[in-house]
């Protein structure tokens, strides 16, 4: 920043940074914690923008509502089904209008998207949510997630779509506020925070917590409640026609019930940079507090991780004095020096450790948590047999990881930021540890349920069971509760329903915990009923705008970046180091390609001159489409959906303008399309795609099925990545008609687009189910007009890995993946294979999409793939193997790769001929 600008932030691209900053006001009543949340936003450029912003939530907090205000105007937003509310926002975008839109991006990660903020125009977000918070004996903790630390791996391949996915900006800067009300009986409590300075003063029945001056979004805000509220709590409300009771309650085992385990325990510590700093130091401490609690009857393993892992012990080992000294002596040498975090990996070796004592399998994970693979962990958790005791430690840790990893498998979660006493937490861990293992055996509410929230796989003895229901008459009575254990006598506890009290937030908090049981279709019904965002739906709300006062063109992405975690990676705090700004990893196929071979020029068993293919050149020349007749849109749509009813394939829709001139689509609407195709959202596919959906959409397409018309529609009018193909073609298609393009008057011949220049015979269609005619596809001696690089197989699928997990799709993101032969060029695939390839292609189903996409499968499934992950291998083959509609292509591409190994491509002769028949 400049002194000049002081008050405006930019990036480092030099736009301006829409985001003000953030306040938010806070209310604890009991356990019930509510917080309204402001963020401001203002566009001081020339332009109309659309600010994106992922921030995260509390992992167990249930969103409740969106407010836009755009100078004295205030709308609320309404929650629907989460495509829907994407159609909503991308038709406002389009028509120039003001919306907002507020989606889960899953892991307690939530996306703002603001559209069409105007130049010089200011906005306030307002969105709110409620948590139910946990409490251990007399001791409570809020915490107040503000920024995502950076998190290693790719979010795309786990289900983050690219515009969520949070970036990190070393100048980012936003000032926080906080206001939080500590109401009744909780107000009792001694208040403090290890994460801030704050200010405590006395209110109407409570108390009031205000952040002191100059917080900022680089730390969660976290307060401590010491002395708090014991006693079991009940509260039952109306929710429509029936009541909702929430019953609170610290199971009553006691200390002789608890018993004394002797115990199994292997130890896991993240040492990967992101460690380095508060964390690595907290993890330390930790680490020689459990060791010093550990009995001569107990076994322990200590394993640490990065990129790799290594076991400081063989083995468990009995927790004797001089094994104790000498993991101690490794504990206080430890530093974060392992690179990357590799978690599942080092868990599945934790996991793999013996045991042979008869006793519960325990590991206790020391990590920050920032992964982005949270649901591959959890799956091999849930499968070990092992109760995970999580202790996350850091200024900003995920939350998601340590809930999930604990809720799964049994075991318990703690969050430790610095300067908070981590030795307390490790006791609280021993005590649960120590434990004999008990269940809820039983619970007989005073009436049958009509649902019931999913209950705890685990109890421990001073943790809060948080317990809610659905009934038809007011539940009124006793509830019992029967905790069990195996080879324990079962406890029994009773408590009296407390009188219905109005308690408007209970029925959405408890909707929100019923989600994760029911059907899909179940769950976004009861989402929209209660207006709550989910995985299922997104909050939106739009300010129409009169027609003098709509945005022009498109808005410019401003993605807001995520300030730097205190002390992550040892920065901040005064701690200088060098900090990585790039927590994506190398996968392990590029590290050993590395690290093995002294060249790292990619070996090709080729040989042989080959003549560039025509669909690798761009010649100048005229679009033309020889004796093709032109059909009506309510024709061409008939034959596309023909296509669909007849070869549901990944090729049966077209993918060139060749194709849709084939089809009947008039040349002089394609040659008003652009002439970029730089890339997958910018290229020829992505404005094929989207002409057919529009088209479908349009009046032309009123006479097809419903089920066949929404199947060609898809997701383009929702999806943000064809918001630029929308623009070209919207306008193009505004007076279509079932009978007519109207296209006389409004398309002049212009010069054709330099991708559009190829020399094509057609021959015309004769039916709906013919045989597409082959046509010739030359290879000319000369340079190549196109500068490609040849890759290895392993670099090629290394590239198709990185792909978006919805190319898997078959209508809705037909453009994700490569569809052409000169895209497979791109990624460094061989010409003088893709040559031998165009030889063969002879319409839509032996056609070009159809044997690159087989290319890509069997090239996944050959040894080149083997050092790709499990899940990414399994999507790019997806089902090619046993399609029968992929039969032709495997059989000619089958030969081709028979003997491709990681490194080199097989040898290919006999030399392509000068010309052969295929398709461009």
């Given at each position: ?7 405006i ?5 030099g ?13 604890l ?9 402001e963020?401001t936003?203002?566009?001081?450029g020339d332009?109309n ?5 992922t921030?995260?939530?509390p992992?167990?907090a249930?969103?409740l ?6 100078g ?12 829907a509310?994407s ?12 919306a907002?839109?507020?989606?889960e ?17 200011r906005?306030?977000?307002?969105y709110?949510y ?5 409490r ?9 997630p503000?920024v995502?630390a950076?998190r290693y ?11 969520q ?5 070393l100048l ?5 506020a906080l ?24 209110i ?7 952040l002191?001056?100059g ?10 409640l ?12 109306r929710?429509g026609?029936g ?8 199971p009553?085992?006691?200390?002789a019930?608890s ?6 325990l292997?130890?896991v510590?993240d040492c990967?940079?992101?460690m380095?700093?508060?964390?690595i130091?907290q993890a330390?401490?930790a680490l ?12 322990v393993?200590?394993?640490r ?6 076991h ?9 004095a001089?094994?104790?000294?000498q ?14 975090t590799e ?15 008869d006793?519960p399998?325990n ?6 948590g ?11 958790a849930a499968?070990?047999g ?8 850091g200024?900003?840790?995920a939350?998601g990881?340590?809930?999930?990893l ?7 979660c ?5 300067n ?12 649960r540890?120590?434990?004999?293992p ?16 999913p209950?705890?796989t ?13 009934f038809?008459?007011p539940?009124?009575?006793e ?6 254990g ?10 009296t329903?407390?009188e ?7 029925p959405?908090?408890?909707?929100a ?12 019904t ?5 207006q ?5 739906t997104s ?14 063109g ?9 300030m730097l ?10 701690v200088a ?8 990893p ?26 560039e293919?025509?669909?690798m ?7 033309q ?12 749509l ?8 007849w070869?549901?394939?990944?090729a049966?829709l ?6 849709l ?12 399309l652009?002439?970029?195709?730089d890339?997958d ?11 057919i959906?529009?088209?479908?959409g349009?009046r ?9 018309r ?9 999806n ?11 306008p ?9 393009w109207?296209v006389s ?9 330099a991708?559009?220049r190829r ?8 039916s709906v ?8 596809c030359r ?10 690089t ?5 670099d ?9 997990k919805r190319?898997?799709?078959?209508f ?5 993946l ?13 010409v003088?294979l ?11 189903i ?9 290319l890509?499968?069997l ?19 997806g089902?090619?193997p046993r399609?029968?509609?992929y039969?032709?292509?495997r ?18 002769s ?11």
């Amino acid at each position: 920043m400049t002194s000049a600008r002081a008050a405006i932030l930019e990036s480092e691209c030099g736009d301006a940074v829409p985001l003000r900053g953030v306040s938010a006001r806070g209310q604890l009543t009991g356990l019930l914690f509510e917080l309204s949340v402001e963020q401001t936003y203002e566009n001081t450029g020339d332009s109309n923008i659309e600010a994106v912003y992922t921030f995260p939530v509390p992992h167990h907090a249930v969103l409740l509502g969106l407010d836009l205000q755009i100078g004295d105007r205030k709308l609320s937003g309404v929650a629907v089904r989460k495509q829907a509310a994407s159609r909503r926002y991308e038709k406002a975008m389009d028509e120039g209008h003001t919306a907002c839109l507020l989606e889960e991006a899953g892991d307690g990660l939530y996306t703002l998207s603001l559209g069409n903020l105007l130049a010089g125009e200011r906005a306030v977000i307002r969105y709110r949510y409620a948590e139910l918070l946990d409490r251990h004996e007399d001791w409570v903790r809020l915490a107040i997630p503000t920024v995502i630390a950076p998190r290693y791996g790719d979010p795309t391949s786990h289900g983050v779509e690219a515009h969520q996915a949070p970036e990190v900006s070393l100048l980012a800067s936003y000032p926080f506020a906080l206001t939080v009300d500590v109401l009744g009986a909780q107000s009792a409590a001694t208040l403090s925070s290890p994460s801030h300075r704050i200010l405590v003063s006395d209110i109407e029945n409570g108390k009031r917590v205000t952040l002191g001056a100059g917080a900022e979004l680089d730390r969660d805000f976290i307060l401590q409640l010491s002395g708090a509220v014991t006693a079991s709590a009940s509260l039952t409300t109306r929710s429509g026609d029936g009541w909702v009771s929430l019953l609170s309650l610290a199971p009553q085992i006691g200390e002789a019930a608890s018993g004394n385990l002797n115990l199994n325990l292997k130890l896991v510590v993240d040492c990967s940079g992101s460690m380095g700093g508060d964390s690595i130091a907290q993890a330390r401490r930790a680490l020689l507090a459990i060791l010093g609690k550990l009995q001569p009857a107990d076994h322990v393993s200590i394993t640490r991780f990065g990129s790799s892992f290594e076991h400081l012990s063989v083995g468990l080992i009995p927790a004797t004095a001089p094994a104790i000294a000498q993991l101690s002596y490794a504990v206080r040498e430890m530093e974060a020096d392992l690179g990357g975090t590799e978690l599942a990996g080092a868990l599945q070796a934790a996991i793999g450790i013996r045991v042979t004592q008869d006793s519960p399998k325990n590991v206790l994970l020391i990590t920050d948590g920032e992964v982005w693979a949270v649901e591959q962990v959890v799956d091999l958790a849930a499968r070990s047999g092992h109760r995970l005791f999580v202790v996350a430690v850091g200024a900003a840790p995920a939350e998601g990881l340590a809930r999930q990893l604990s809720a799964r498998t049994g075991g318990a979660c703690e969050f430790v930021s610095p300067n908070e006493d981590i030795e307390g937490a490790i006791v609280r861990m021993f005590q649960r540890m120590r434990q004999q293992p008990r269940q809820l055996s039983e619970l007989r509410w005073p009436v049958t349920p009509d649902w019931q929230a999913p209950l705890p796989t685990m109890v421990f003895a001073g943790d809060t069971l948080h317990l809610l229901a659905g009934f038809s008459t007011p539940p009124v009575g006793e509830t019992c509760l029967t905790i069990s254990g195996t080879g324990l006598a079962p406890l029994t506890q009773r408590v009296t329903m407390a009188e219905s009290i109005d308690a408007e937030l209970l029925p959405r908090v408890a909707a929100a915990r019923r989600l994760q049981t029911l059907p899909e279709s179940e769950a976004a019904t009861l989402a929209e009923a209660h207006q709550l965002v989910s995985k299922y739906t997104s909050f939106v709300v739009v300010q129409e705008r009169a027609e003098q006062e709509k945005a022009e063109g498109l808005p410019e992405l401003r993605k807001v970046a995520q300030m730097l975690a205190a002390g992550w990676g040892a920065a901040g705090k005064g701690v200088a180091a060098e900090v990585c700004m790039s927590p994506r990893p190398v996968p392990a196929m590029a590290r050993a390609q590395r690290s093995g071979a002294r060249n790292p020029t990619p070996a090709y068993d080729v040989s042989g001159d080959y003549e560039e293919p025509s669909f690798m050149r761009r010649a100048p020349g005229s679009l033309q489409f020889a004796s093709t007749a032109e059909r009506s849109p309510a024709e061409v749509l008939k034959i596309i959906g023909g296509r669909l009813e007849w070869f549901l394939s990944l090729a049966a829709l077209p993918t060139t303008f060749a194709e849709l001139a084939e089809l009947g689509v008039p040349a002089a609407l394609l040659q008003r399309l652009p002439s970029s195709a730089d890339d997958d959202t910018h290229g020829e596919a992505t404005l094929v795609r989207t002409l057919i959906a529009l088209l479908a959409g349009s009046r032309a397409g009123g006479g097809l099925a419903p089920k066949l018309r929404t199947e060609l529609i898809g997701d383009i009018p929702g999806n943000r990545d064809y918001r630029w193909a929308r623009s070209v073609i919207e306008p193009l298609l505004a007076d279509v008609s079932a009978d007519a393009w109207d296209v006389s008057s409004r398309f002049d011949p212009l010069d054709t687009p330099a991708f559009l220049r190829r020399q094509v015979d057609l021959e015309p269609e004769p039916s709906v189910h013919h045989e597409a005619p082959s046509f010739t596809c030359r290879i000319s001696a000369g340079a190549r007009s196109h500068s490609t690089t040849e890759c290895s197989p392993i670099d090629v699928l290394g590239k198709l890995a990185t792909k978006p997990k919805r190319f898997l799709s078959l209508f809705w993101a037909p453009a994700t993946l490569p569809k052409t032969f000169a895209e497979l060029a791109k990624l460094g695939i061989p010409v003088e294979l893709l040559a031998k390839l165009a030889a063969n292609a002879t319409n839509h189903i032996r056609g070009e999409a159809t044997l690159v996409r087989t290319l890509i499968a069997l090239l996944a499934h050959s040894p080149a793939g083997d050092g790709l992950t499990p899940t990414r291998r399994n999507e790019l083959i997806g089902d090619i193997p046993r399609n029968q509609y992929y039969q032709w292509a495997r059989s000619v591409i089958e030969p081709l790769l028979a003997d491709v190994s990681g490194t080199a491509w097989r040898a290919l002769s006999p030399k392509p001929d000068a010309e052969l028949t295929g398709i461009e």
